[in-house]
């Protein structure tokens, strides 16, 4: 009887434990909004939820959970910058690392707009 309460009750912190809180849920809806007008790195939305004042591990929730695909947001992003500037191969990827996208995320970037 008494191990069945232990499991019951380990059941329940478990389900607690991965149901969303209100701000994690607040941190995704406003990644969605980020993202449909900007493009980011996976580390660099989370700075930016995190700037918005949702703690570190909402900010991660948002990001963890808002569906992006990192490599089409490094050539949306790489897009961007060649909208408005010129490049090297080379210095476009560095700018995107700088942005917190991983080597093959940036040259997946530097590749999606001609490189």
Do not use: R
């Not at 478990?14 to 909004?33: I, V």
């Not at 992003?77 to 476009?92: C, H, I, R, V």
């Amino acid at each position: 009887m008494e191990q069945a309460k232990k499991e019951a009750k380990a059941a329940e912190e478990k389900k607690k434990a991965e149901t969303p809180t209100m701000g994690e849920l607040n941190a995704l809806s406003k990644a969605y909004d980020y993202l449909d007008y900007m493009a980011f790195s996976k580390s660099g939305l989370v700075e930016q939820l995190e700037y918005e004042g949702f703690s570190n591990k909402e900010a991660k929730y948002g990001a963890d959970h808002c569906g992006a695909d990192w490599k089409e947001q490094a050539a949306k992003k790489a897009k961007e910058y060649m909208d408005y500037d010129s490049f090297s191969k080379q210095g476009l990827i560095d700018q995107l690392l700088y942005e917190g996208f991983t080597q093959g995320q940036a040259e997946h970037g530097a590749s999606a707009v001609g490189y």
